[in-house]
């Protein structure tokens, strides 16, 4: 028991110390509505999948506007809650075929449509068939 308890105190200890470090650097914002700002986001597939982001993916969304003399148009992305939005699966770019444990399981390489442009992902074909069935038909 003297163990345990000791072990507890020293995860508290360390416990305050990142905070510490975390607040030190942290500034404290406000915003107002009307306000510029710029919104992180996760784009998700149809079927619940994240997409991975590449180097060069945009991770934010919205405009932040510095010079009112140029004026940018917001993207118009339905966020949820989350803040996540949901891809479209424009097309099938190519098939395959994976054996695992014996097992054959069919994949699809889907091209995704992002407000960004384009983003290409294997997924598996009977779930794609059953979230997304207008490509195959």
Do not use: C
Request: charged fraction near 30%.
């Amino acid at each position: 028991m003297e163990k345990i308890r000791m072990i507890r105190e020293n995860m508290k200890t360390a416990q305050s110390r990142q905070k510490s470090y975390y607040d030190r650097r942290r500034i404290h914002m406000s915003f107002k509505e009307g306000d510029h700002v710029f919104m992180r986001v996760v784009p998700i597939t149809g079927i619940g999948r994240v997409l991975k982001s590449r180097k060069l993916t945009p991770r934010f969304i919205g405009k932040y506007i510095s010079n009112p003399s140029h004026v940018i148009e917001p993207d118009s992305i339905q966020l949820k809650d989350n803040l996540t939005f949901e891809t479209l699966s424009l097309r099938i770019a190519d098939r395959s075929v994976k054996t695992l444990r014996g097992k054959e399981i069919a994949l699809v390489k889907v091209i995704w449509s992002q407000a960004n442009g384009e983003d290409a992902t294997w997924e598996v074909e009977s779930n794609m068939k059953e979230s997304f069935p207008h490509p195959f038909s």
